[in-house]
Structure formats: C-alpha cells, structure tokens
C-alpha cells in the first residue's frame, strides 16, 4: 500500500512538472511574479539580429574634380540596421553627431573636409544631410508615435534619426537614411574617414 | 509511513518547481542589445521620474541622485559615465551633447562617483552624482544628460566613411526656483506632399519660455464643404526652453482630393508651480490654422473629374463651335455649281483648300460623287488662276449631263470607258495652260487597260489639247491613263510614238513619277528647268 501511494506521489509529481499550469491551478493559484520593465538600448545588427562589431557607412566613391560634387551613402542597411527596444513606455530619443562635433571633420592623412559647413549650401567647405528614415516595428503593440525626420548638420547640433514618444513600448528597426555628403571642390584624393555617436537618450 | 510521505512531498515539491520553470521559461523578457540606464531613485509620486532625472534646486544648493546602470548581455562590460549639457538637435528637440564638447551648465554641476564602472554579465549598478546649482544659476529649467558607454562601443579612428560608435543617456532635468515662465506659440504650420500622395502638416512651436513643455499636439484637416479627417494626437513631446521645433503628422491623400485647411492645437501644462509630469492644473492650449491648400485627388478620381468635366462641359463648347463654324461659313463661303468635269479635288485646288475640308462641309462621302449642276460650298474671294481661265472645266466626256463624275481612286475599272468627247462649251477651245497639265495614273493597270485599242490612245493629243483638264502631267510609257474623276481607264500608254507625241506637245521629258496622296492618286508636275515647256512646244500646244 505505502509503495502504490509513493509510486502515485512520484507519479503526481511528475504531472505537475509537465503540466506546470494545470498544477498552478490545482495548487497555489496566488504567485507572483516581477517583470523587470528593462532598459532601451539602440545597437546596430546584421540580417540575423546578432550586433556589428565595428558598425560603419560606406559612402560610394567620387574623383577628384575642380566642382563640388557629393558623395553617397546609407545609414540603415539590410546588413547594417538600427535595431532600438523600448521596453518602457518612455519617450526614445535617437541622434546622430560626431564624436568632437567642434573639430571632427572627414580625414585623410593630413587632408580633411567639414561635415558641418552651410556655407554656400554644404559645397565650400563640406556638409553632410541625412535624409528621412524607415521606422519599422518588429514587436510590441499598438503605434508608437515617432518622426525620423533627418536632416543637415551644421555647426555642433546633431540629427535626429528617431523621435519618439512613450505611448507604447516596442522593438523596431530604422532603415533607409540616405547620406550625402557636400565633397568641396579640388578635394585632394584619399580615404576619407569620420568618427560619429549614435546617441539613444531616454527623455 | 514516513517514506512514502516523504516520496510525496517530494513529488509536490517538485510540481511546483516544475511549474514556476514553467511559468518564467514562458515569458521571453525584452533584452537589451546593450548597457542600459535608469534612474536609481525615481519619485513615486511622478511616473515621469522612472525615465529622466527631474531635480529642483535652489542657487547654491546641492542634490543627490543616481543612475542604475545594468548590462543585460552575456559577457563583462566596462562601462565610462559622465555628465554633459544638453543641446537643441537641427529640427529643435531635445538632445545631449557629445562627452567631447566643453560643459558650461548642468553638466559642469554634476559630479559622478565614478566615471567608469565593470559590469559582470546580468548585473547592474547603482551610480550616485552630486548636482551643485551654482549661486548665480538663472531661474528656470537647465538640461543636461547622464551618459553611459560601453568602452567597446566607441567609435573607430580609422577606416573610410564613418565609424560608427554607441552611447545611451538620460536626460537630466534641473529646475532653479524664481520666476518660471511657461509659454508656447504656434509660430506656422507647414503643409507638404509625400512622394506617395500623402500630406505632412507640421505645426511649429515656439517655447518662449524657461522651463520645457511636454506638448501634445493635434490636427486635422477640414475641407472647403466641412468634411473632417479623423484627428491625430500624439503623446507629449518635450520641447527645450527657447527651442522651436515642429510635429510632423502624416495625412492619408482624400480620394477625392480637394481644397483643405490644416487646424492644429497644442496643449501644455501652464501652471509655472508644476514641474516636469506632475499632474495637469492648468492646462493651455496654442491653435492655429493654415490657409487652404490643394490635395491632389487618387488618379482614379482625377480620371472620373475630366470625364465630367468634359461631359458637362465640352458638349455646349463642342456645340458652340460647329454652330459658329456653321455661321462662319454660311457668312464666308459660296455656293459653286459643278460643271463637267469637275471633280472635288479640282473644286478644291481652284479655291485652294483641302479637299477633305471640301468633302466634310458639303457632307460628301465616299467615292465623292458630284453631279453636273451639283451646289457645293466654296470659300468666297479665293480662286486660282484655273478658275478665272479654265472655266471650261476639264470633266470626261459623257453622254448624260447627270453623269456622276468620281475620283480615280474610288472609282470601278471595270467599267467599259466612254470615248472622251469635247464639250459643248463656249469656253472649250481655250488654249491649254501648260501649268495646269499632269497625267493621272491608276494605282495599277486593270485588265481591261490592255483591251483598249492602241489607236484610242492616239486620240489623247486632240483631246487633251482642246479641253482644259485640271492638272495632267506627262506620261510615260507603260502608264496607263485616264481622266480625273473617271471609273474608266483608257488605256496603257506602250505606243512609243505616242508618247513622243505627247512629250513633244508639252516639251516634257519623262520625269513624273512622284504620287500625290490623294484620291485621285495624281502625279504632280515635276517643276524642274527640264520640265519646263520650250517655245516650240508651247506653239504646238497653243494650237
């Protein structure tokens, strides 16, 4: 007798861990639980989700010339794309600027060129636009309200890549911000570089 | 006893392990990709306090608070803290500055216990900062920012195009007691269109006052009848002291289109004594409308609007313009009887117009027919010089007055052809006109063209010399011939002599073969030097 009843407790035991609800149910129907609200994040990630290591924008090649012409790029790649989660409904702020905003510019070497100039619409001295971006959600309900408006940097303030308000919490991607860069005129050759923050700020 | 008790307790046991596994396996939690950060201290009593740091302090006092930074990922993260002031990004929100740039506010005030922290995986911290309001600090809101990166996530120094680096902050608000001045105005509304047909209206905002305002905005567009979209409202945005910055909302295209006006209003908390997301005591509202502009309508639309348009519309126009042609020519034009001969391409040329204009206004249609003594309209003042001097006009010969008169290209070959006979005219033994002669050839030599005796043929010279055709150019030979107007072909030119005799009347050589569009198929005379009449031809002709 004592053997069938260990046999049926060890039995019933073994229910209950396959069928955890139904013995939730049966058993002790006032646990609790806390479900930690998270943090946002902003990361660049590939086609698969996992983070770019060294995250970067190629911008198509131009010759050297005597006009100013303009360089092209994508922010917001298939392979390279803004992966932000907003697990709080809390207002997610994404910019992009240089890193020393006040004396970044492209460098090559000893050669280098702004990124920040107006001055005659971006072709003396260098200026960079970002165009308006895709936002895409990819979890979580409801709308969020948000802007990805771009636009042209000029002297220290940065570009907005996403606004977004704290209406609902959600994971999304950014794509698609078209880059193009004011190259001024008899731009000596070279690899040019700039080092850029892509800043996510809980506001 | 005790051992299957035991076994039993055992077994509950681990049920409700089973189950709490159960429970928490069930739920996937939203991991950060990266370091995150909160505010360690949030006030219970301002939900808004969980997600920035919102900090009132007098000139000279100071105040503590902390960020609790966590590292979600699976390996050891070395985290670098610090402080910077705020700034104003292109479009007007709000943003932090980089770690780079100089602090000359709120983050010069803030003082962290540790600027660099190493977090195991799954782990967090707690970060405390001093913030010391300098004794001069103007009343009013000073922003700043918390920041956190995780030393492998700055930026590279090398490499083409730009390197990309990643920080987190959180914005870090301190509120300076003294006169708080809260004012918003609309200061326009922009209204564009999407390159997909929708429309952008945008409200732009000023905040002319010293602390920020989280606004909420609305629209909706009214058209020029009333009707109403639906109106869209956003959560509230933060806009800076002194800031101007717009909410851009994106209206679906009406299918109709038509002419709308943008309303917008944004409302705030007005209440100087109420700081950053606590409660609403005083709420403001800015509006403004736009003026009317233009929605372009769905093409589908666009398609159906001309299609009544042009119903309601073009049919009075369309009948107000035959009905003022009808006048014009029943005022400009005459009548003209047709004589024999005449066919509407000669009717036509003598008054120079277009044949088919000829046609549609006397409601010919085809094979054209005219009938001797048929009425035509004809333009008023206009004719040429055949018609002054040939009025005996060049018809074919026929036995019956009434004898329909046709164009060669819609006319039977069938048909036996009548000899060509003079007419019974006064006028008939005028003398040719070189000008006006050409030869009309048929599209192809019927059968019936090769039945025609050869002596036929011989008669052309009399025949064209003693009437006056309407334009006939040298033949050459293997042409086949016939009158303008006739269903009869009379024959093929092969008699050498012939055209010999025909090139000697009209001192032409054999130049024409250039066909005419026309019904009649005719071959206009060449007007070279060569083809030009000699003196001797024109005595023969004149004959």
């Known amino acids: ?184 005129a008899e731009q000596a050759p070279g690899s040019y570089s700039l080092p850029m923050n892509i800043t996510f700020t809980q506001q | 006893m005790k051992r299957w008790m035991f076994g039993a307790a055992a077994g509950f046991v681990l049920g409700i392990l089973g189950m709490a596994a159960g429970g928490i396996l069930g739920i996937v939690y939203a991991q950060s990709l990266s370091i995150g950060g909160n505010p360690a201290y949030p006030r219970p009593d301002n939900p808004r306090s969980a997600n920035i740091f919102i900090i009132e302090l007098k000139p000279g006092a100071q105040g503590k608070d902390g960020i609790r930074i966590s590292n979600p990922t699976t390996i050891t993260r070395t985290v670098n803290l610090g402080a910077v002031d705020s700034i104003a990004a292109v479009d007007g929100s709000f943003s932090c500055k980089q770690n780079k740039e100089a602090t000359k506010e709120v983050g010069k005030w803030i003082k962290l216990d540790k600027n660099q922290i190493t977090l195991a995986p799954g782990k967090e911290e707690v970060v405390d900062f001093t913030v010391t309001v300098p004794t001069g600090a103007s009343p009013g809101e000073h922003g700043g920012c918390i920041t956190f990166q995780d030393t492998k996530s700055y930026a590279k120094t090398s490499g083409a195009g730009i390197q990309l680096g990643f920080r987190g902050a959180v914005r870090l608000a301190v509120t300076v007691p003294g006169e708080i001045k809260k004012e918003l105005t609309i200061v326009r509304i922009t209204t564009s269109r999407n390159p997909d047909g929708s429309y952008m209206v945008s409200p732009v905002a000023k905040n002319s006052g010293n602390v920020s305002l989280d606004v909420q905005a609305r629209a909706q567009l009214r058209s020029i009848f009333g009707q109403k979209t639906r109106i869209l409202d956003d959560a509230k945005y933060p806009i800076m002291p002194g800031a101007t910055m717009g909410w851009p909302y994106r209206f679906e295209r009406p299918f109709w289109g038509g002419f ?93 117009i277009k044949w088919k204009k000829l046609a549609k206004i006397n409601k010919l249609k085809p094979p054209y027919e005219l009938e001797i003594n048929q009425t035509l309209l004809v333009p008023a003042g206009v004719t040429t010089f055949q018609e002054q001097t040939a009025t005996p006009a060049m018809t074919k010969s026929s036995t019956s007055a009434n004898q329909a008169v046709t164009l060669g290209e819609k006319q039977s070959r069938k048909t036996p052809s009548p000899q060509p006979t003079r007419v019974n005219n006064t006028q008939a033994e005028q003398p040719i006109s070189r000008s006006n002669l050409s030869w009309e050839l048929p599209r192809s030599a019927p059968q019936t063209a090769h039945q025609q005796p050869a002596q036929q043929a011989t008669q052309f010279p009399e025949f064209y010399q003693s009437h006056q055709p309407t334009t006939y150019e040298v033949p050459s030979r293997g042409d086949s011939w016939t009158v303008p107007g006739s269903e009869q072909t009379h024959g093929i030119i092969d008699d050498p002599d012939l055209v010999s005799q025909l090139r000697s009347v009209w001192g032409e050589t054999e130049q024409n073969d250039v066909l005419e569009s026309s019904p009649a198929k005719k071959i206009k005379p060449k007007t070279s030097k060569k083809a030009k009449p000699t003196k001797k031809s024109r005595a023969k002709k004149d004959l």
């Open chain 2, 260 to 352: 709308y006006k943008a309303y917008t209003s944004l409302s705030y908390n007005a209440d100087p004594s109420s700081g950053i997301g606590e409660n609403v005591s005083n709420t403001q509202k800015a509006r403004k409308e736009s003026g009317y502009f233009l929605m372009v309508p769905a093409p589908l639309a666009i398609g159906i609007y001309a299609a009544v348009l042009l119903l309601v519309f073009g049919g009075p126009i369309y009948w107000l313009l035959r009905k003022r042609k009808k006048k014009s020519i029943k005022k400009k034009w005459q009548k003209y009887t047709v004589r024999q001969h005449d066919t509407i391409m000669s009717i036509a040329r003598m008054h120079t």
């Open chain 1, 1 to 184: 007798m004592r053997k069938k009843i260990s046999l049926l407790a060890v039995f019933a035991a073994v229910v209950a861990v396959a069928t955890p609800s139904v013995s939730l149910a049966a058993t002790n129907p006032s646990f609790t639980q806390v479900i930690n609200a998270g943090t946002q994040s902003v990361d660049i990630v590939d086609g698969s989700g996992v983070s770019v290591a060294s995250p970067s924008v190629a911008f198509g090649a131009v010759n050297f010339d005597f006009a100013c012409q303009t360089a092209t790029g994508t922010l917001g790649t298939a392979t390279q794309k803004i992966a932000v989660k907003n697990p709080k409904k809390a207002g997610i702020k994404v910019d992009l600027n240089a890193v020393t905003p006040a004396t970044d510019k492209w460098t090559s070497g000893t050669d280098n060129y702004k990124y920040n100039d107006a001055t005659n619409t971006g072709c003396d001295f260098g200026q960079l636009t970002v165009g308006a971006g895709t936002f895409t959600k990819t979890a979580g309900g409801g709308t969020p309200t948000q802007t990805t408006p771009g636009g042209a940097f000029s002297s220290s303030s940065p570009v907005t890549l996403l606004n977004s308000t704290g209406t609902t919490a959600y994971n999304a991607e950014l794509t698609g911000y078209s880059l193009s860069q004011k190259v001024p």
